[in-house]
């Protein structure tokens, strides 16, 4: 395959064409825009057709299949988590919060990027394992529970260095805005569970494990003959997006 072909096959793609094309419209000030009701819609409807194949995947499969790729994924979220949260410390010079914050969405995997990547892969006729939205769903919390973790004891020991520097017993207008920073692992992890982008994903794999292929006949025609479609329409927004932000990368330098 000679480098015109691979560019062909790599960008001149409806996926991305049409991702050229928002920000296209966006820089030549365009009034296009996808109505906000369609916006909130795509990312749903997105994440219950991969979540609905997942689910019939696992089916397939099995469960003790997909155990070894589900631990080495979370091995690996941990990772990029602790690995980026090094390197923006050190080399970026954030502070550990910030650090801390970013490097969990190093670790964690976006729903939607996941459909799109996902998506490619199928236009391109490159199989993937259908249970790797089942993998997908545990990433999710795994580097933001892990980043609050790691925050918490940062703070706790700024706590205590704060407390022993004083010996009065009280404590310090420093000492009470850290203790409001703290927050209950049991309180993010519910958040990330109940999310809805979890939620959707969660239940469409039940659902899709539950119904088989067999069930999954009457809806094909919605949750897959369509899935490209949607996939389209939604890059146009993020065409239009990120047409509307490049002004702030200049203003950044």
Same mark, same amino acid.
């Given at each position: ?51 609905? /194949? ?29 690995? /980026? ?169």
């Amino acid at each position: 395959m000679d480098i015109l072909q691979l560019i062909q096959s790599n960008l001149l793609t409806p996926i991305v064409l049409f991702f050229l094309f928002g920000i296209i419209a966006a820089r030549i000030k365009s009034d296009l825009k996808i109505p906000q009701a369609i916006s909130e819609f795509l990312p749903i409807y997105l994440l219950a057709a991969i979540g609905l /194949h997942g689910g019939i995947q696992m089916r397939t499969t099995g469960f003790e299949n997909m155990l070894v790729p589900m631990l080495v994924a979370i091995a690996l979220s941990l990772l990029f988590t602790l690995n /980026h949260y090094q390197i923006l410390r050190k080399l970026g010079k954030f502070n550990i919060f910030d650090s801390y914050a970013l490097a969990s969405t190093y670790g964690a995997v976006g729903a939607v990027t996941f459909s799109v990547g996902l998506s490619f892969l199928k236009n391109q006729g490159v199989t993937s394992e259908g249970y790797l939205a089942a993998v997908l769903a545990v990433l999710e919390p795994v580097a933001f529970i892990l980043a609050i973790f790691l925050t918490n004891m940062a703070v706790s020991k700024q706590i205590n260095a704060k407390k022993q520097s004083f010996t009065t017993g009280s404590k310090s207008d420093i000492d009470v805005g850290l203790n409001e920073t703290k927050v209950k692992l049991s309180k993010i992890l519910r958040e990330s569970v109940t999310g809805k982008a979890i939620v959707i994903l969660l239940g469409s794999i039940v659902i899709g494990y539950i119904i088989g292929k067999e069930g999954f006949g009457p809806i094909k025609i919605v949750f897959d003959d369509l899935f490209t479609g949607a996939i389209v329409i939604f890059m146009i927004e993020m065409g239009i997006i990120a047409g509307q932000r490049l002004d702030d990368l200049k203003k950044v330098g």
